[in-house]
């Protein structure tokens, strides 16, 4: 089982960026313990800040992968190319968000992945991704 953690634009500063709401824990610390965890997954992980780079990668696995777990982070709420690539590719792709977008400012409401994807994950903090991970374990 191969699956990658795809992770958009400022969520290379988890651990040091609004920890009110994002947590303290650097994204690093916290995928080398869910590798440890799930051993049986080829777990993989991209961060990009740069939109053109994230739907590359999503072309480039997205026919060979069993799964892609998406933050698409801001881009989620603003951006048609990204949508597109997840309804272009083969993948399953589950989207994730750390906060519950849902309880935020209004433009955080809207997602042009969510149509597209598999199913989502939110508001359960870093824990969202690891409970991401689990669906693709879990037989449907
Ligand atoms: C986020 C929520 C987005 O609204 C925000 O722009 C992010 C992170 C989350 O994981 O909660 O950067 O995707």
Do not use: H
């Given at each position: 089982m191969k699956i990658i953690i795809i992770n958009g634009p400022n969520l290379n500063l988890l651990g040091k960026r609004e920890t009110d709401v994002y947590?303290?824990?650097s994204f690093q610390d916290f995928f080398t313990e869910l590798q440890f965890k799930y051993k049986e997954v080829e777990l993989e992980q991209f961060q990009s800040n740069i939109e053109g780079e994230l739907i590359d990668k999503l072309q480039e696995v997205g026919y060979e992968y069993d799964g892609i777990i998406l933050n698409a982070a801001a881009y989620t709420h603003t951006s048609v190319g990204i949508g597109d690539a997840v309804k272009a590719i083969e993948t399953p792709v589950v989207e994730v968000h750390i906060s519950n977008t849902f309880s935020r400012e209004d433009f955080r409401h809207k997602s042009y992945i969510s149509p597209n994807a598999q199913g989502i994950v939110l508001?359960?903090?870093?824990q969202s991704y690891e409970l991401a991970v689990q669906s693709f374990l879990t037989d449907k």
């Open positions: 947590g303290d824990q508001g359960f903090g870093l």
